[in-house]
């Protein structure tokens, strides 16, 4: 045991010393957090649409004034007036407007006749965030055409009511549950990874092994220290990302109890990974090498930017063996749920039982020899 | 626990390695190697980088398993006692590797901690070494502030902090600078005096090796080709002086003409008209190199008289130079710490 700890205490001694490992491990998740957080999170505004007008009757007024509304309350755009529509095409082509919306001629009295009016929505598809926001727009002011100016005593159409369990929650509070799970793999992929394949090179574990230290108390020396600097990175990211997304659940005790259990489980379960991939590697190139390929192979389709009900079959198989997928759900159904311990448990379990599983095939594998 | 204490082959005897072979797929990195190291005794592993020092001390010091043969360190075998042997033994690698984000008290506290050292005479250790090491006054800084003669000094109070009763060092000067290397010397002189200490130290400066060695066993490729005390392998070397000599033009017509000379052993030509003669009598030779060179008129540029140095028994026993040797890159690369010589 006191060998053990010697191995902590000089893991830690390191740490807090030099403390740019806890700086660099949260840099990434947070430049992250603010930055993909408020990029995908907003609304499509000023997006130039032309309008080209061939009818100017009344309807054709009434669709540019509920237009011109939309351009001054919602702001998702603004009108630029256009006389061809030929024009309005090529401007669209070139990038001058976003989208442009064709009043064909006789519209007024196709409304009037009942007798299937059209309007002409040129959009560039080549954007499709861009565009599909704008067909969106277009596609309720329609709606909102279409609606009688009085309602029939009985409605026969089918109307869906949704009910929203949560607030509305913005994509920088969605992206905080990864962005808090990829600062504990920076800082074990670093404190883990790196430095520990760099110390082997150095000679320092020649210098352990000389010692009476055994196999196992070096193996859970490097592993607890490991997940003690992993844990001091979730914890210091919940804290940060929180305040920064606007969620006060870092007030509340009880999610913090379960914060801070999830926090442990998720660092034992990275640590016991990323020393099962480190415990035969001599290169200190070798984790700098794999370093953006793990990142991606387990960021990504763990949900935590994109939904895996979304992937394909092969990268669901991934994400269901991959600790990140349990991390970014326990973060989330405490970040923005609020499920209780329920919610969590079968995350906490898989966690805990990785991180064992990883631990126990890689005891064996760590070399009490040079 | 097999122990060979009690065994009289092994009374007051440190180290004993017999018949130990390690090898590396086709590689043979140490051939068949034995020697025994008294108890109290400084005892030197000398020879160029890749002869298979450091693989001999990783063997002994229960990092690399032997391939056959056997170590007995201590009265234990290391194969079959790794954990007895490794608690009698202090070991400093060839790498500088204390942490230098800590201070060098601290370094010396982890490493009592990993040989369990009870509180209260880790203490006690922490302070005798550093002040043997002289380094008391620097408890509190951090590694990283120190020296590279300073920081071998640490590691090696590191390598003594459990009173171990054999110490290796290997390479303990290696990247010094030369009054460094001078005061590491004088410490392990010091520490010999004041424990009782059996070491075995493996290095590549022949004048290291004649400073501190009771005995000296000259490795290369992987063999022990001589083991004596530094005297007696000097002894060895016919003659018992060099005289060194530089023309200042020379066309190779010199080596026959030096070869005549009376009471020389041998000759051995060197680069730019330079040559090594060993003789039985230093004075009577150079008084008749100048007599020679005067008779065929010869310009002398440089002459020196000097008795027989390791340079010299190294030569004798591997057929050229040490200094050679380093220059070269290692035909061997110990597989588990690429680019760190062996």
Redesign the interface.
Known sequence: MTRMMAIVERELRKFFRSPTLMLVSMVMPLVQLVILGNAFGGKIHNARVGVVDYDHGEQAVRVREMFDSVAVNIKTFTAVQCNDERQAREDVRTGKLDAALIIPAQYSRRVLAGDSPKLGLVVDNSDQFMSSSLEAEMQSLADALNNPTVQPKVVQQIVLQIVELYPYVEYMKYLLAGSIALAMYVSVMIGGGMLYIDDKARGVHEGFLVTPITRLELVMGLNLAGAIKAVLSGVSLTVIGSLLAGLGVIFHPVQVLQLALLIVAVSIAFNGMMFLLMVRVEDPLVPRAMFGVLNTLLFFPSGSIYPIAAFPRWLRAIAIVDPFTYAVHGFKAILLKDGGFAAIQADLLFLFAFGIATLLVATPLFKRTL | MTTHKSDPRYAGIAIAVENIVKRYGDFEAVSDVSFQVKEGEIFGLLGPNGAGKSTLI?MM?????ATSGRAIIAGHDVAKEP?TV??A?G?I???L?S?V??TVE?NLS??A????VPKAQREKNIEELLEAVDLLKWRDA?TKTLSGGMRRRLEIA?GLIHNPQIFFLDEPTTGLDPVSRVAVWEMLDKLRGSRELTMLITTHYMDEADHLCDRIAIVDHGKLVALDTPIALKASVPGNSVVEVQFARDAGEWRERLESLEGLTSVEPQSMGSYRLHTENGPQTTASLVELAADKGGVIKSLSVQNTTLDDVFVHYTGRQLRDEQVKAPLFQMP???G?ST
Not at chain 2, 113 to 116: A, D, I, N, P, Q
């Open positions: 990783r010091t229960t990092l690399i398993p954990d490794r608690r033994i070991v690698p060839q790498a590797t942490d984000d800590l601290e982890i490493y901690k990993l040989y369990e951090q590191r588990p710490r690429p760190m």
